[in-house]
């Protein structure tokens, strides 16, 4: 039996689990309940992550590139639907602003190619920390770093809404990382334990 909820109503289901233990038959060790944990509460803790990241501490809007200078509601808990539409289009503006300051337009592909190098944080972001701060740009490394995980939200709500399982899986990858740098222990436990049991545990009529 599928069971579909949140990840507290999980720990719930975890805790039944766990007490069931010393009973004599599968079916009582409740062995046929399955958790799935809801998409649309990653979504929320990603938004959060994304919160805590560049919105809640004071030092994380110093910059000219910061997400939000003059924060108001969104300095203190905003909730998801305030969080998600400034992900939403705070990200299409940063994007398009990326655009903007690359203007050849002969070669689409090529030039997406070069925004995405040269804009999104990837394994080279750890050798620019790395650099003597006198030689180091914070405001550009925030902006990738922004840019990112703004990408990464905007492929997460992609993917579930056309139904993109894998897709969504290979996000869950890159939120387990984050969700794990900005406190949210539970949900990237929860997480791992989901993909570790999907592919490694249950049977192929599960999968």
């Excluded at 809007?61 to 200078?69: K, P, Q, V, Y």
């Excluded at 405001?139 to 905007?154: C, I, S």
């Excluded at 894998?166 to 989901?194: N, P, Q």
Aim: net charge neutral; aromatic share 12%.
């Amino acid at each position: 039996m599928l069971f579909h909820s949140d990840f507290g109503t999980g720990e719930h289901l975890q805790a039944a689990l766990q007490r069931c233990t010393i009973e004599s038959t599968p079916w009582n060790h409740l062995q046929h309940v399955i958790f799935i944990p809801g998409l649309f509460h990653l979504k929320m803790a990603s938004a959060d992550a994304i919160w805590r990241t560049f919105l809640q501490h004071s030092s994380a809007r110093l910059d000219e590139n910061a997400l939000m200078r003059d924060t108001g509601i969104y300095g203190s808990k905003p909730g998801f639907h305030r969080m998600h539409q400034l992900i939403t289009y705070s990200g299409i503006c940063w994007h398009l602003d990326c655009w903007r300051v690359e203007p050849l337009f002969d070669d689409l592909l090529a030039m997406a190619d070069a925004i995405a190098k040269e804009h999104v944080a990837d394994h080279r972001l750890r050798r620019m920390r790395s650099k003597d701060v006198t030689q180091r740009d914070g405001e550009y490394e925030n902006a990738l770093l922004l840019n990112k995980y703004m990408l990464l939200y905007e492929e997460l709500s992609y993917a579930m809404n056309i139904g993109d399982i894998r897709r969504v899986e290979m996000c869950i990858i890159a939120w387990i990382l984050i969700f794990k740098a900005t406190g949210k222990h539970k949900y990237a436990m929860h997480m791992s334990d989901f993909l570790s049991n999907v592919h490694f545990v249950y049977p192929d009529g599960l999968r």
